[in-house]
Every structure is written in structure tokens, then in C-alpha cells.
């Protein structure tokens, strides 16, 4: 199976919650492990060939030549954080399946969970920069859903909006960052981006580069100071923490250091701000986590103070320190994972989080308590656990650095410190939660939870107790295989053994454990010490600079805004005026050496009623029917234009448009208001001219400028491949079907779109229809004159037979399925101006929103159908064949994609003329009437 089953497999989860009110909730979540556990199955299947040193690769190609593909590449890296994410994921799945309440929506809590794990996949399995960025967005959005999950209080969704905002705005400058590793290495690819290690560093853009992918790892790994969003996020269920805030999520902004690692790397700029910033990080979130009473909140700033012990290796400038890292990152997800759900547990049975409140428990939970207890002592660093093994790394590599120069003694010192308050607030943990008396005042009493939600802490707390004795065993392999990716070469020789002797990191480990016991049993100088000092509450924070900036936008909104279409217009123009004229002064010569065509008498003519037809319907606006007439002479003039500059495809489209724009026009017009507003005064008069007389000036000279100037374009490429790419004569015609053909299908969806927004806007609106004109003279009470009615009638079939005539032969003479469908639909508008709303209804029951998904439908179907070819979307098929009597014919796929945008096109003109024509009907019809 393909490697792209891996991200996929997953997300086919999403639709749980469709099965969520047919089935239990064991089997819901049975139904949601399915696809994660094949998934992780196929990974598995796929690591011996990673692990023989392979890198798996698949790509689909989107856009070639800009460089965009759907590409998976799995090395070690991604084959470590792909375990990480679907084994923890199955154990958060039936975690979940207990923790959650009967009145909690189980299925949308589990579509979001795997939707999120998808991105996570996304993320980590990405062979293409934009690709990659574009899971990392979906990271942020789906997270977004989890923590906000309970929308009911106030704390989820406000700790949703404070983390979508950081995520969001360090994803924006992870693009930035990502667009201009692309274009300096030349390529989106990542395994051309990893080999262009020193292409990059030694670029004069890379300050700029590493601060921009910086700031978006920093952001979703909550490092300092971008911190303050993930204890805010805390207000998420407990399975939500327990995936995306301690295995996961977080961990997406250390993948991207590690990933970019190889290229970012060795530079004395990355080393002081990513060092820097992981000091700061590990011993802020260590002393913090210390003062915490909420147990999720104590365990969010030790998942901070254990991130910033992470990036701080990764900014060490040794291999050493990133094998350390690489191995913390696989510790602190084992053990924070499993701290999560047993504090989920404590708070499912007790009603409470507090640790003022929750003491005692080992009397109620002795199970529990144990597994709890063994988890806090790994994030502590007790021996025989895997959080002392990598800390012990940690210890040795600082002690090795030289980071700070002659002040690098301090990076040691420091570290202790803040292995020291890791020590304490494991301890307080600990003890302040199992033991320290009895509970108090507790909302129930607590007691074992269900045996199988245990069953996901209880594999993590073996794992941390296996992985501290028998690492080499357990994870060497892995550990080995991902720091090889990191590193991009040779591992450094390094030790996964219990015991080193007794050295240095042995005596800080000591000092850590010794210092974080007295520190704890002093605990209360230091609450103390700390109450003195105001706590500042980052969700009131955020909300104030919130409404600071919504008020400055408003502010800001209210001056530019003020109703006056005319103003809008006016700033509109003078900015494209500013834009254009820039670049014209550097323009020494206006007049190029392309030698000009002779102006005949047809073509002055045809100018000069353009420009009459132009200023016409400015002057004459009042007069409604007359300026339409003046305005429609524009559009025939320019029509013909086409048709007299060789482009006849053009030339119909717009004669076809035109109609169609008189009939909206004149609907529009009719529901306006009688009389129009004041004429300006004389110095807005003023103004406008001369802004139009400069605007014109410009324009005028740029046009004039390129066409006496030699055109190089992509015309001679399409001329030449017409026939023989296409199989059409008509290039027009075959560029809109085949070579742009995705272009097409994505303006016809667009049409689509707009008409039904527009028919859900109009639907029930009923305007009053004025009994006479702007002049008091009644409208003629035959509504629909008979003479009218005849002729319209008489040209139906001949509209429809021309409508018909030009689509078969748009591919090799002008026409097409856009002007067949303006056509026809001109054909039926009419008999709904002669018959009315009502008479049609009877005779014509057409749905046009069917149509115009059918439309849809089947332009997307035949561009599909290529994939099965082998060939990229919507590329063409044709070949000619003969019958007797009949002769040579060719036949073509691009017809049937043709057929598509013609119905999409006759679907959403009627369906937003045909029902602006019964706004002042008498009848009302049912919203679900679309026709």
C-alpha cells in the first residue's frame, strides 16, 4: 500500500459522527480505532525499509512547473513522530471513550481528534514545504475545535481563540519562512531543501529565514514568551491535553526544528536564539509550575519548562545534545501522556482539579495513585525511569557547550536550577494529591475509575519503567534511526546504559533530587515569597489587546467608511493611480520601434461612439432606459472591436454577455429608488474629472507604450498545440478545456457559488413595486404584451437551435459551452420578460440548482477521469472515427467538460435573473423553488 494511506487512513474517521446516533459508544469508538490502527499497521509494515536506511517517497504531482506536488517522504524523523502519534492516539481514543460524559458528543469529539491526528500525520510525512505548511494550518484550526470543544464555558473558548490567534500568527510567518527557503533553494521539495544546507546559511536572506520559521515553531511549542497560550488551552477535555498538549501539538514546532535542523543549523545566530529561548523557557515553566493548585495547570508549565529543555538542546552546538533531544522528545510524550490522563482521572472521580482540595487520594485510588506516582517520578528524573536517562544526557551535554562563551558555566548552573524545581513540583504532585491528609470538601467521592480507562496510563507507566531499564533494547534502534535524520550524518558515539560511573551529570542529578526535596518541604516561604507579587492572567491580557484592536480597527474602519460610494471609488483610483504613475516616470520613452497600424475611417468611427456611448451614460444616468440604451452601444462597440482585431470567440462572448447584463441591469434598476441623489457639487466635480483625466492619461499611455512595443507571449505555444494537444482548431476554445482547464472549472464554480448565494439572499425578499415611473406616469397595465409573447415564442427554437449549433462547434470554429449557455439562457429569460413567472412555472420545471450542480458534477468527473489514465486533472482525450453516410467526425472529452459549463452556466444565469423577476410577483414560492 502507498505511503499517502498513511495521513488518509485516518481522516476516514472523520465521518463518526454519522454513526454516532446508530451506534454505542464502545462501538463508536471502536468504529474511530479502526483507521488509526491500520494506519499504524501500514507505518509499521513500511519501518524496515526506514530502518535499512531507505527514505520512502511518494508524490503526486499538482502544479509541476511552480513547483507543488503531493509529496509523502518517510525517514526515520517521521517514522519516530508518526509512531508517537498514532500509538499515543489509540490509547487518547479509549481514554476518551470513558472519560467523556453521556452528554458530551462523543462522535464530533472523536471526527475533531482525528482530524487533528491527520494534520499531525500531514505534518510530519510532508515532502513538500507548502504541503507541510498547509497540515500545520490544519494543526491550528483543528485544535481550535478540541480545546473549544466545550463551547458552553467561557475559559474554552476563550483559550481557544488565544491559541488559535499565536498558532495562526506564527503559522503566517512559518509561510513567509517557507516561501523563501523555496525560492533560494529553487525548489518546494523538502529533500532538495535538506541537501541545500550550506546554499541557505550562507545566503544573506537567512537571518530572516530562521527567525520566520523560529517564530513558528516557537509559537506551537509555547516557548517563551509565545508560552502563555497553552495553559489557557488547558480548559480542553483531558484527553485533548493529553494528545495534542503534551504529545503532539506542542510537539510540532520541536518537529520543525529537528526537521530543518540539517539546514538552519550551525550558525552562531541559531544557537543564541534557539538556545537562549529554551533556557529561558525550561526554567520559566519550571518555577511556575511550582505555584500551580490546578493539576492540569501544574502539568501544562512542566510540558512548557520540558519544551524549552528540548529546543535548548536542539540550540547546543553539539550532536550529542540533538541525539538527547531527540531522545526527550519520545520521554516527556510517554510520561506526560500518561500524567495527563491520570490527572483526567482524578478530576472524572473526584469532581476537582485543586490540590488544596484533592488530598489523600491514595486511600480511595491506590491503583491510580501508583501508576501516577511512577509517571511524576520519570518527569522528575528518578532512576530506573526514562525521564532520568535523557536528563541525564541533558546534564552532560551542558556541561560541554560553549554557547555563552566565558559565561557558559552559567548554562549548567542554570539547568540544575531548573531540574531542581522539576523535582518540587513532581514531588508536590505527588504528595499534596495521594497523601497530605484528607480530602477536603470534594464535590463526590473518589474512587477507582472504569478498568479499561486505565488501561492507556497503565501501558505508558510500563513503557517509562521499560524504556529506563532496558533502553537500548526498547528504543535504541529508533532513537538511533531519528537522530541520523536530525543530524543528516554519522551519529556521535553515545550510551543508552543505566549507569555511567559516578561523573558530573550524576552529582547534578543528585543536587537536582536533593535540592527539589528542600525545596518542597520549604515550600511555604517560597508561596510566601511568590504571593507578593501580582499573577497576571494571560486570558484578560489577550481579550484587553483584543478589543484594543478591534476598537483601533473600527476607528479606522469609521474614517474610511462613511457611505459615499463615490469616496470609495475616488481612494480607490488615486491608489491604482499612484501604483501605475511610479513606475511610468522611470519610462524615458513612451514610443516603442513596433510600427503602428494605419487608423481607417471604420476603426475612428467605432472610437469615437465609444467614447460618445461612455460619456452618454454618465450624463444622461437619470434617465434610466436611455443611459442603458448608450451604455449597451459601449458593449456592442467593444465586441466588434474584438471581432475586428481577429479574436471572434471574444467578440460573441461579450455580445452574449451584454444581453444578459441589460436584463439584470434592467431588473436592478427597476427596484431602485425613483429619484437619484443630488449631482455633485463643483469642487467634487472637479476633483473627479481631474482624476479621471489623469487616470485616463496613464492608462492611455501604458497601452500606448505596449502596443508599439514587440509582444513576447505564450500565444505561438498554444498555436503550435492546438491541434495536435487539444485536437481542436479553435485555440480559445481548447485552452479554456484542456490547456486551462482548471482555470475554467474553477470560474464556473465560482459562478455557481455566487448564483446560489444570491438566490439564498433574494429567495424571500418581496420589494414593492412602484405603480408608476420617476415622472408620475403610469406603468401599462398589459403586462405582457401579447405581440411580445408571439415573437418570443417564435425564437425559442431558433435561440435553442443556435445554442445548440454553437456548442458543437466550439472546439474547432468560435463558440463554446459559455456563449451556448448565455445563449440559451437569453432564449428562456425572454419568455419569463414576455409569459411571466407564473406561466413559465407551469411549463418549464427545471431546478437550477441542480443544474447547476450537475454542472459541476460533471466538468469535475471528466477531469477526474484522466487520473484514471494515468494523466494529470482534466487533460483531454480525442480521436477521430468514420460511419458511413456520416463520414470523418472527431470526438473529444473536452465536450462532455464543455457540457458541464454550459449547464453550470445556464443554471446560474436563470437561476439569478428568474428569480430577481419575481420579487414583486404576487406569488410566493417555497424556499426549496429554485426555478
Not at 682 to 692: G, T
Request: some cysteine; hydrophobic content about 55%; overall charge positive.
Amino acid at each position: 500500500m502507498g505511503l499517502f494511506w498513511i495521513p488518509l487512513l485516518p481522516l476516514l474517521g472523520t465521518v463518526v459522527p454519522l454513526l454516532s446516533s446508530r451506534f454505542g459508544r464502545s462501538f463508536l469508538a471502536l468504529f474511530t480505532a479502526i483507521p488509526p490502527l491500520l494506519a499504524l499497521l501500514l507505518l509499521l509494515q513500511l519501518a524496515p525499509s526506514v530502518f535499512n536506511g531507505e527514505v520512502i517517497y511518494q508524490s503526486f504531482d499538482w502544479i509541476p512547473l511552480a513547483g507543488l506536488s503531493l509529496t509523502f517522504r518517510l525517514d526515520g524523523l517521521a517514522l519516530l513522530f508518526a509512531l508517537l502519534i498514532l500509538g499515543i492516539g489509540l490509547l487518547v481514543i479509549l481514554y476518551a471513550r470513558y472519560y467523556l460524559s453521556a452528554k458530551d458528543n462523543m462522535g464530533l469529539f472523536y471526527a475533531y481528534l482525528i482530524l487533528f491526528m491527520t494534520a499531525m500525520l500531514g505534518i510530519v510525512l510532508s515532502g513538500n514545504l507548502i504541503q507541510l505548511w498547509l497540515f500545520w494550518e490544519l494543526t491550528s484550526i483543528s485544535s481550535f475545535l478540541l480545546i473549544s470543544f466545550w463551547s458552553h464555558k467561557s475559559e474554552a473558548r476563550k483559550g481557544a481563540r488565544m491559541a488559535l490567534t499565536i498558532t495562526g500568527a506564527g503559522g503566517l510567518a512559518l509561510l513567509a519562512g517557507l516561501l523563501l527557503v523555496g525560492k533560494i533553494v529553487g525548489s518546494f521539495d523538502l529533500s532538495v531543501v535538506l541537501a541545500s544546507g550550506d546554499l541557505l546559511r550562507q545566503h544573506a536572506a537567512y537571518p530572516v529565514v530562521l527567525v520566520l520559521v523560529l517564530l513558528g515553531a516557537f509559537t506551537k511549542s509555547a516557548q517563551f514568551p509565545f508560552h502563555f497560550w497553552l495553559p489557557h488551552a488547558m480548559a480542553a477535555p483531558t484527553p485533548v491535553s493529553a494528545y495534542l498538549h503534551s504529545a503532539t501539538m506542542v510537539k510540532a514546532g520541536i518537529f520543525l526544528m529537528a526537521r530543518f535542523y540539517p539546514v538552519l543549523a550551525g550558525t552562531e545566530l541559531w544557537f543564541l536564539i534557539v538556545s537562549m529561548t529554551g533556557l529561558i523557557t525550561l526554567l520559566l515553566g519550571a518555577y511556575v509550575a511550582l505555584f500551580k493548585h490546578d493539576l492540569k495547570g501544574l502539568l501544562a508549565y512542566s510540558t512548557i519548562s520540558h519544551l524549552g529543555l528540548i529546543t535548548l538542546l536542539l540550540g547546543m552546538n553539539t550532536q550529542l545534545s540533538t541525539v538527547a533531544a531527540v531522545f526527550h522528545i519520545i520521554n516527556h510524550a510517554i510520561f506526560k501522556a500518561s500524567l495527563f490522563m491520570a490527572a483526567g482521572i482524578i478530576d472524572h472521580e473526584s469532581g476537582t482539579r485543586d490540590m488544596r482540595r484533592l488530598n489523600g487520594l491514595w486511600k480511595y485510588m491506590p491503583h491510580t495513585a501508583t501508576l501516577a506516582m511512577v509517571a511524576a517520578a520519570s518527569m522528575a528524573g528518578v532512576p530506573l525511569l526514562n525521564g532520568f536517562l535523557s536528563k541525564e544526557m541533558f546534564f552532560a551535554e551542558t556541561l560541554d557547550q560553549v554557547t555563552l562563551g566565558s559565561l557558559s558555566w552559567m548554562v549548567p548552573v542554570l539547568a540544575t536550577l531548573g531540574a531542581v524545581f522539576s523535582v518540587a513540583y513532581s514531588a508536590r504532585f505527588i504528595h499534596d494529591v495521594f497523601f497530605n491528609g484528607e480530602p477536603v470538601d470534594l464535590p463526590k467521592t473518589p474512587h477507582e475509575p472504569p478498568r479499561y480507562m486505565k488501561v492507556p496510563v497503565e501501558i505508558l507507566v510500563a513503557l517509562c519503567l521499560l524504556l529506563g531499564i532496558f533502553p537500548g533494547v526498547i528504543v535504541g534502534p529508533l532513537l538511533a534511526l531519528a537522530s541520523t535524520s536530525v543530524l543528516g550524518g554519522e551519529l556521535p558515539y553515545y550510551s543508552l546504559s543505566i549507569w555511567h560511573g559516578f561523573n558530573l551529570p550524576l552529582l547534578m542529578s543528585f543536587l537536582a533530587m536533593l535540592g527539589g526535596l528542600i525545596i518542597y518541604h520549604n515550600r511555604r516561604h517560597l508561596f510566601r515569597f511568590q504571593s507578593q507579587f501580582p499573577e497576571p492572567d494571560a486570558k484578560l491580557i489577550f481579550e484587553w489587546l483584543v478589543q484594543r484592536l478591534v476598537r483601533l480597527c473600527s476607528a479606522i474602519i469609521d474614517k474610511l467608511e462613511n457611505g459615499s460610494l463615490q469616496r470609495y471609488v475616488f481612494l480607490l483610483l488615486l491608489a491604482a493611480l499612484v501604483l501605475m504613475a511610479g513606475p511610468m516616470i522611470d519610462l524615458n520613452a513612451t514610443l516603442g520601434h513596433q510600427s503602428s497600424m494605419p487608423v481607417d475611417t471604420v476603426s475612428l468611427i467605432g472610437a469615437l461612439l465609444l467614447a460618445a456611448g461612455a460619456i452618454a451614460t454618465v450624463i444622461l444616468n437619470r434617465r434610466r432606459l436611455v443611459s442603458l440604451l448608450t451604455l449597451s452601444v459601449v458593449g456592442l462597440i467593444v465586441s466588434l472591436a474584438f471581432a475586428r482585431f481577429s479574436a471572434p470567440d471574444l467578440a460573441l462572448t461579450q455580445l452574449s454577455v451584454e444581453v444578459v447584463t441589460m436584463i439584470l441591469l434592467l431588473l436592478a434598476l427597476f427596484f431602485l429608488p425613483q429619484s437619484t441623489p443630488k449631482e455633485s457639487n463643483p469642487r467634487r466635480l472637479v476633483r473627479d474629472l481631474s482624476l479621471a483625466g489623469l487616470i485616463g492619461g496613464v492608462i492611455g499611455t501604458i497601452n500606448y507604450a505596449m502596443i508599439t512595443r514587440p509582444l513576447d507571449s505564450i500565444s505561438g505555444f498554444f498555436l503550435e498545440n492546438s491541434k495536435t494537444g487539444g485536437g481542436g482548431t479553435n485555440v480559445v476554445n481548447v485552452i479554456l478545456v484542456d490547456f486551462r482547464g482548471m482555470d475554467t472549472f474553477g470560474e464556473v464554480a465560482v459562478l455557481g457559488i455566487a448564483a446560489l448565494g444570491i438566490f439564498k439572499l433574494i429567495v424571500h425578499m418581496r420589494l414593492y413595486m412602484p405603480s408608476t415611473d420617476g415622472n408620475g406616469l403610469p406603468w401599462s397595465p398589459d403586462r405582457h404584451p401579447m405581440m411580445l409573447a408571439i415573437v418570443s415564442q417564435s425564437l425559442l427554437p431558433l435561440a435553442l437551435l443556435v445554442s445548440v449549433y454553437i456548442f458543437l462547434r466550439g472546439h474547432n470554429q468560435p463558440g463554446g459551452g459559455f456563449i451556448a449557455g448565455l445563449i440559451t439562457s437569453v432564449a428562456i429569460i425572454q419568455q419569463y420578460i414576455a409569459h411571466g413567472v407564473d406561466w413559465i412555472k407551469e411549463r418549464l420545471r427545471i431546478n437550477y440548482q441542480w443544474m447547476v450542480a450537475s454542472g459541476l458534477l460533471i466538468a469535475g468527473l471528466t477531469g477526474i477521469g484522466s487520473w484514471f489514465f494515468g494523466r494529470p486533472f482534466l487533460t483531454s482525450w480525442f480521436d477521430y472515427f468514420s460511419l458511413p453516410w456520416v463520414g470523418k467526425f472527431e470526438l473529444a472529452s473536452a465536450m462532455v467538460f464543455d457540457l458541464g459549463v454550459y449547464l453550470t452556466v445556464v443554471g446560474a444565469t436563470l437561476l439569478i435573473l428568474a428569480n430577481l423577476g419575481k420579487l414583486t410577483t404576487s406569488h410566493s414560492p417555497a424556499a426549496k423553488e429554485n426555478n
